[in-house]
């Protein structure tokens, strides 16, 4: 099947920074990709649809500010959690789909483990 | 809005048992549901897509069911094995809208 992958996969950053996620389909081109993000024990849950060349579409209650999202080229996007704090911890991972080969599957990164201390 | 459950949220089994994992949602006007497996602090790896209009999908020994008008999928799992060990959620999309369930966590002792 298709292969995305996502970097990195565990961070570890001081209060107030930023950290960047990147996630990329290795083998197709995706013009959407989707950002998620998991606490433990809980479900998958939907923050905002990237879009290339585009703004991206955030879920309510998402900060559009908070976690910027690029979606420069077909094949990256990128999420940027900024002025990160101690409750945006978590396992965040994107997905896409290759309509060409894969219909409506969801192909899914391997996933980011972000810890804020 | 969709609402996703999945039951039961942990089982463990001994290997070689067969085994069902369910799901169930709220609104049956879907597009497709898809089962995934996650290990531990890893990536969602796509087990079986089902389209709206079909009734099962099988892969190996997977073998999922959909149910649309009562709102259920059930996953099952032929001679289980230490290797299926993981966490196992259904995911339902609503015209591009996914929402998951909050997953089974499955243990086969060897």
């Known amino acids: 099947g298709a292969v995305v992958s996502q970097h990195p996969s565990r961070v570890i950053c001081k209060s107030g920074t930023s950290v960047k996620i990147e996630c990329r389909s290795l083998?197709?081109?995706?013009?959407?990709m989707f950002w998620y993000r998991q606490f433990p024990k809980q479900s998958l849950m939907l923050m905002a649809t990237s879009n290339e060349g585009s703004k991206a579409t955030y879920e309510q209650g998402v900060e559009k500010d908070k976690f910027l999202i690029n979606h420069a080229s077909l094949t990256l996007s990128t999420l940027t959690v900024t002025s990160a704090h101690p409750e945006d911890s978590s396992f965040y991972i994107c997905?896409?789909?290759?309509?060409?080969?894969?219909?409506?599957?969801?192909?899914f990164g391997s996933g980011t483990q972000l810890s804020v201390l | 809005k969709q609402e996703v459950t999945q039951i039961p949220a942990a089982l463990s089994v001994p290997e070689g048992e067969n085994l069902v994992l369910n799901c169930s949602f709220t609104?049956?006007?879907?597009?497709?549901l898809q089962w995934f497996r996650q290990d531990p602090g890893k990536g969602l790896t796509s087990l079986l897509l089902i389209q709206s209009s079909q009734r099962e999908q099988t892969s190996g020994r997977l073998n999922a069911s959909l149910d649309k008008s009562s709102g259920r999928s059930t996953l099952y799992i032929a001679a289980s094995q230490p290797g299926d060990s993981a966490t196992y959620l259904c995911a339902v999309n609503n015209n591009n809208d996914m929402r998951f369930g909050a997953g089974t966590r499955l243990t086969v002792k060897p």
């Open positions: 997905s896409a789909r290759d309509l060409i080969r894969g219909g409506e599957k969801l192909f």
């Open positions: 609104d049956s006007a879907i597009y497709n």
């Open positions: 083998d197709f081109q995706a013009t959407t």
